[in-house]
């Protein structure tokens, strides 16, 4: 189609925004389909915003057909296909986990209902903000309108974190490393789950053979890489949190290859006893715009374990949310 694709991004002149914006008018998402970028930012990153945009246009970017700037949802949201909520409020110092989900909540009620009234019928919405699932379920909550399943929060770079390591412990290239799931909640109890992934069509836990490996390293390395960013770069990760984003939105509106399936976290039905209504991380596979989460797993009890953990973390989360009278 010619008709540009509307593609909001909040938080667009942070540090993901420096990167995702650029990917997106290159054509990471909706390849040579001509976009329009809707930016939205705080009142006070405004003129920032403009500097980006100068270099967006800088770039002459064949695809890139318009873009858009403000502070005022309700008016960048119009008519979106596609919204990616990037801006969140961070943890500053002193800082307690009831304050931190109070401020992004206010974020969240808000866009949740700026999109419940503007965006496009077909809209999706991506959640990259921390804490991603349960902004998620904020927005979600505060959307009526909108189908529940057209929100999701990001675990596809926990997702490509997982091949990546999988794929150096292995000595196989990515492309040969298929089914890899991500379960639970974007944060350090996520369960990377190397059970029902494979390498070269090989289950990955029996090529790899090396339970130790397993629980000792590759999970904890994937849990915690954000951490070790940080200490590394002296900044959170940014270019592979944007990489990601695009690789989720993509995949979510043009669809997962046969034969493999890719992880996001979206509103449970109740599979794999997650409880319903929770935002959890599930191997899905996407067609036409739309996730199906993956049935018949087997779960063993080491992976039982791991996604109860995460999963009650989830539900504390919606638990102090609902305290905090944002769902
Ligand atoms: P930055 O602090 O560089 O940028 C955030 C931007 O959001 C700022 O420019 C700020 O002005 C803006 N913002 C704040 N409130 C806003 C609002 N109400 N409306 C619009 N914009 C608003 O953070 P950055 O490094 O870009 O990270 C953005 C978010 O992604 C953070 O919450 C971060 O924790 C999260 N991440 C999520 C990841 C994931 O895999 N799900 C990984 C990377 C990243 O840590």
């Not at 667009?12 to 930016?39: K, N, T």
Request: aromatic residues 6%; hydrophobic residues 45%.
């Amino acid at each position: 189609s010619d008709t540009p694709l509307k593609v909001a991004v909040t938080g667009a002149a942070g540090q993901i925004g420096y990167s995702l914006l650029f990917r997106i008018a290159s054509g990471a998402i909706a390849g040579d389909r001509p976009v329009e970028l809707r930016l939205l930012e705080i009142e006070p990153a405004l003129k920032a915003l403009e500097g980006v945009v100068m270099e967006l246009d800088d770039c002459a970017f064949p695809n890139l057909a318009g873009v858009e700037i403000g502070a005022d949802p309700t008016k960048i949201f119009e008519g979106v296909n596609l919204a990616l909520l990037v801006g969140a409020r961070p943890r500053g110092p002193g800082m307690e986990r009831g304050d931190l989900l109070e401020a992004n909540g206010a974020i969240f009620t808000a866009q949740g209902k700026a999109l419940n009234e503007v965006a496009a019928d077909d809209v999706r919405i991506g959640v990259t903000g921390n804490p991603a699932n349960t902004n998620a379920l904020i927005a979600m909550s505060n959307a009526p309108d909108i189908p529940q399943e057209r929100f999701s929060a990001l675990t596809r770079l926990d997702h490509n974190r997982a091949i990546s390591q999988l794929a150096a412990k292995t000595g196989a290239p990515v492309t040969e490393i298929k089914k890899m799931t991500i379960w639970g909640n974007h944060s350090a109890t996520q369960y990377p789950d190397l059970f029902h992934a494979e390498v070269s069509g090989k289950n990955a836990a029996e090529a790899v053979g090396d339970q130790e490996w397993l629980e000792s390293y590759f999970i904890p390395t994937v849990a915690k890489r954000g951490a070790a960013i940080i200490d590394a770069r002296g900044a959170s990760s940014a270019a592979s949190a944007a990489s990601a984003t695009c690789d989720a939105a993509r995949d979510w509106l043009y669809g997962t290859p046969e034969g493999d399936w890719v992880s996001m976290a979206v509103v449970s039905d109740g599979s794999y006893d997650v409880p319903e209504g929770l935002v959890s991380s599930f191997p899905v596979t996407t067609s036409n715009g739309d996730w199906t989460i993956v049935q018949g797993l087997d779960i063993d009890d080491f992976s039982r374990g791991r996604i109860d953990a995460s999963v009650a973390e989830l539900a504390d989360e919606k638990q102090a949310v609902t305290d905090l009278g944002l769902i």
